[in-house]
């Protein structure tokens, strides 16, 4: 009676990673958190990461122009080694996959980040295929898209539609059905 409770996010990778291990609502856990708040936006915002080094890779994406911790965390749809490995490698395809992340921003995020990634590429993540990942979310923006397209919409609406979605529930961002059922629920009268 009478308890504090604090809503916390969790990334894409964070939340997969969690379920691969049989860990779901209402599972005790320990997160290592990362705690934003700003005079504009005065209520806290809190992101939850299962290691201390996906909180460093974390807090070292949001030093990039652009890139705040809302954005940051609906782009880490893949585990950080992953990501960090593409900014290495300046592979900047697989970063516009990211969700948020344009042409511009996978620019900046290399140009910023390049070089002090490297320890973090080269980590071994547990229970998540990165690559396989990025080409799973890739495909199915794409179907989503294209079946938007198909039902009437233009394309630049169609895209924007299912970035919202991804935004609105980046767990989503690998499953077709689920993207267009969030993209229609948008819509509906609140």
Not at 4 to 19: C, K, M, N, R
Not at 145 to 168: F, P
């Amino acid at each position: 009676a009478g308890g504090v409770g604090y809503e916390i996010s969790l990334p894409t990778y964070v939340y997969q990673s969690l379920a691969n291990d049989g860990i779901g609502p209402g599972s005790e856990v320990e997160l290592e958190i990362y705690y934003h708040v700003t005079d504009r936006q005065p209520k806290p915002m809190l992101v939850g990461f299962r290691h201390p080094t996906e909180k460093a890779f974390f807090e070292q994406l949001i030093q990039v122009e652009g890139i705040g911790p809302a954005k940051a965390a609906a782009a880490l749809v893949f585990p950080v080694s992953t990501i960090a490995s593409a900014i290495e490698t300046e592979d900047l395809g697989s970063l516009q996959r990211l969700p948020g992340i344009g042409s511009r921003a996978a620019q900046k995020i290399v140009a910023t980040l390049g070089g002090k990634v490297a320890e973090t590429a080269l980590l071994q993540d547990v229970n998540i295929s990165g690559e396989t990942q990025i080409q799973q979310v890739a495909d199915a923006r794409a179907e989503a898209v294209e079946a938007l397209v198909t039902l009437g919409y233009r394309s630049v609406e169609a895209q924007d539609k299912v970035e919202n979605a991804i935004r609105n529930n980046s767990g989503i961002a690998d499953d077709v059905q689920k993207l267009m059922r969030e993209v229609f629920k948008a819509q509906l009268p609140k």
